[in-house]
């Protein structure tokens, strides 16, 4: 029963998707995606590659797309590791005979063990180490300078203070300059990857959320609830984005980083649910669901197990362009000074800092973090392009 | 068509009802008053008696419970009474009379310009498809058009504005005139907006450009591999003139809706843009009015833009329908 199920679902994919079979294989490993294909004729089996693989296989000829992938995965790479990149706590020590990792501390304030707090070191490690455990040792990031503080005179061997104004300008010491009263723009910028990033992907990731579950219920079960939720999209849609995002900011009291991705996917979702109720429209009368209805399968079941996998592919389009939006958002409002609050230095609010010195013409403040958004958000554009290309069935290679 | 009309309008004005409904709610429930945000209330040797504060509260409506101050705005509303700015003391029509035309003056602009730049590069790109030019003028709009036009207003700032300040490039950094502008003559007075308005209008535009200009080549792309292209060539015709007059006049469809969604930006300004700027337009009102809690010019400019967004939906399809004789409403 399943597996006649699947095969229609198979089929009716293939005819839609206009994929060609060509590609033939002998029951190893492409199997495990259609069990149902394998279970019938074992020996030699003709299976076209999936539409994902194929869509895959297109994106990675697209050059510029990969790279703009790699660029991410560079980013995804820093925003991980950035207290080990730029910090002044050690990722390791040893002190008093303990094992220590102080520099999860920049993650989250309550993972650094609150012992050196307790010692009084004042956030300031390389000398309290020594001075009140000869014993200990520890690993250093690799840049010694603070993405919340200015590093002050002697605090590392032989290192300067950091100096601010027009002193604060691009040094050995200080790679992207200083802003305010001596932050390190650079260790302000590798700890802002982490929230340019989370941004991107939890704002996004709400939004979709959002859209495509009221999007697939609109569109698939229609009538009533259709135009309810049809409504709403427009709702939402007809109130510029910014400004809802404005109002919304003003009715929370105290705004976290977490308050600002949840503000950005709840107002971002309009144009995904419009596309996935769209595809859900078409899909709905299609034959594979018509058989999965035959054979009983609940309605959830065939909305989120038969049609969303279908529908999917054009979806993908704006959650990569949303991602790209949501970091431009976050560093507008940081400019406007509506941002998260200092203890998170995102790329925005060093723009924000940078505005308000600009007459001075301080321009590491504004090159530095202004690059860091616009290479972010051009390398989504560019995957999103990829993904749209790729996933287009019209320009599916037929020989493929 | 009429009966169609008259369903989309119906559709609109309950969409434009619950928007209504929703902000009224939001701004409400914002914490903080316009009395308290009133930097004449700041001052504590003028700190109003409770009485005061009571009496003003009742002029305001702010001591209604929340459906009934609604209805009370909805009322006039309805009867084009938009209310009297709580911050400015103004009416806030007559508010909105004296931002709109320093937006417009912005967008218009920015609007023709892109509009008569993208074309003709977006025609260049067609007919150069493939070629390395076309490559690098493709990924170079590309490049703008990721580009944040607030990342963009800040750098042409820095440059113009304050690294060339003084020179022969040297651009005014804020605002849209000089201090002193009443008692210039009225040549030097156009020199002196026209300056202004250099640098805003560039990142204004810029981004639109690009946007546009990859639109007419994707459109054109579909258009000139039809085979009444073909024939037309086959007919002898001159490759100008197949370009514009057979395959250009059809890609006009999605651009007549393009044009409709452009509506309410065109109005509404821009919040960043003209926050950076320090322009004095309708974004910026819109900014201040939250900050300062001005309850009748938010609900005001909220309804003017949602009103402009159905509309230009709505200007659209019946455009389309224009254009496309093919396209009928029923």
Same mark, same amino acid.
């Given at each position: 029963m399943w597996h006649r199920l699947n095969q229609i679902r198979a089929t009716a994919r293939k005819r839609f998707r206009r994929s060609v079979l060509t590609r033939t294989q002998d !029951?190893?490993?492409?199997q495990q995606k259609n069990p149902a294909m394998n279970r019938n004729d074992s020996d030699r089996v003709i299976v076209s590659a999936g539409f994902w693989e194929q869509s895959w296989q297109r994106f990675r000829r697209r050059r510029l797309s990969m790279l703009a992938l790699y660029f991410i995965g560079f980013l995804s790479v820093i925003a991980i590791f950035s207290p080990m990149i730029a910090g002044t706590k050690p990722i390791v020590c040893r002190y008093k005979d303990q094992l220590y990792f102080p520099c999860m501390g920049y993650y989250?304030?309550?993972?650094?063990?609150p012992v050196f707090q307790k010692d009084r070191f004042r956030r300031v490690y390389p000398g309290n180490l020594e001075r009140k455990d000869p014993d200990s040792w520890a690993i250093w990031p690799?840049?010694?300078?603070?993405p919340h503080r200015p590093v002050r005179k !002697?605090?590392?061997?032989?290192m300067k203070g950091n100096p601010w104004g027009p002193? !604060?300008?691009?040094t050995s010491q200080n790679w992207f300059g200083t802003y305010k009263t001596g932050f390190d723009v650079f260790a302000s910028m590798v700890h802002g990857t982490r929230i340019a990033l989370l941004v991107g992907f939890v704002s996004t990731g709400i939004a979709a959320a959002i859209g495509i579950t009221l999007g697939a219920v609109a569109g698939y079960i229609g009538g009533i609830v259709d135009i309810a939720i049809s409504r709403l999209i427009e709702v939402v849609m007809c109130i510029p984005a910014l400004v809802l995002i404005l109002c919304l900011q003003a009715v929370i009291d105290k705004v976290s980083i977490w308050n600002i991705m949840m503000l950005l996917g709840l107002t971002g979702w309009t144009g995904m649910a419009r596309l996935t109720r769209g595809e859900f429209l078409k899909l709905k009368e299609t034959e594979f669901v018509a058989a999965a209805r035959c054979l009983g399968v609940g309605r959830a079941r065939i909305m989120f197990r038969h049609v969303l996998p279908n529908a999917l592919a054009p979806v993908m389009v704006p959650i990569a362009f949303g991602i790209a939006g949501g970091i431009q958002t976050e560093a507008a409002l940081s400019l406007l000074g509506f941002g998260a609050p200092p203890p998170n230095p995102s790329w925005g609010t060093i723009l924000h800092s940078g505005r308000e010195t600009l007459q001075s013409g301080y321009w590491w403040q504004l090159v530095f973090p202004g690059m860091g958004i616009f290479l972010t958000v051009l390398a989504y554009n560019l995957i999103g392009e990829g993904i749209q290309e790729a996933t287009d069935p019209r320009l599916a290679d037929p020989r493929n | 068509m009429v009966s169609y009309l008259v369903r989309r309008l119906l559709v609109g004005l309950l969409t434009l009802w619950l928007i209504t409904c929703l902000i009224y709610g939001l701004i409400r429930l914002m914490p903080g008053s316009p009395l308290d945000t009133d930097p004449a209330m700041m001052d504590p040797s003028k700190m109003p008696s409770k009485a005061d504060i009571q009496r003003m509260q009742e002029v305001y409506g702010l001591d209604k419970p929340l459906h009934e101050a609604y209805w009370h705005w909805l009322k006039n509303a309805v009867r084009l009474d938009l209310g009297t700015s709580y911050s400015q003391k103004k009416p806030v029509a007559e508010l909105i009379g004296d931002r709109i035309g320093p937006t417009l003056q912005l967008s218009v602009t920015s609007l023709l310009l892109s509009y008569l730049l993208a074309v003709p590069m977006g025609l260049y790109a067609t007919v150069r498809s493939g070629q390395p030019d076309e490559r690098g003028l493709s990924f170079l709009l590309y490049t703008l058009y990721s580009f944040p036009s607030f990342v963009a207003a800040l750098f042409l700032q820095l440059l113009?504005?304050?690294?060339?300040?003084?020179?022969?490039f040297g651009l005014p950094l804020l605002g849209n005139h000089s201090n002193g502008y009443e008692e210039l003559t009225e040549l030097d007075r156009i020199w002196d907006s026209f300056k202004h308005m250099i640098l805003p209008v560039a990142c204004f535009t810029y981004g639109s450009l690009a946007y546009y200009c990859r639109f007419v080549k994707a459109n054109m792309e579909e258009v000139i591999r039809q085979d009444y292209i073909r024939t037309a060539h086959a007919k002898g015709l001159g490759p100008i003139r197949v370009l514009i007059h057979h395959a250009f006049r059809n890609t006009l469809i999605p651009f007549v809706t393009l044009l409709g969604l452009t509506l309410p930006s065109l109005l509404g300004g821009a919040i960043i843009l003209e926050g950076i700027f320090n322009w004095p337009g309708m974004g910026r009102l819109f900014f201040m009015s939250i900050l300062q809690r001005d309850y009748p010019t938010i609900m005001s400019l909220t309804l003017m833009f949602s009103i402009l967004t159905l509309l230009g939906q709505l200007l659209a399809d019946i455009f389309y329908a224009f254009v496309d004789p093919r396209i009928r409403y029923t």
């Open positions: !029951g190893e490993n492409p989250n304030r309550n993972w650094e063990n690799l840049v010694y300078q603070d !002697g605090e590392w061997e032989a002193e !604060g300008r691009p | 113009f504005a304050v690294k060339l300040e003084g020179t022969w």
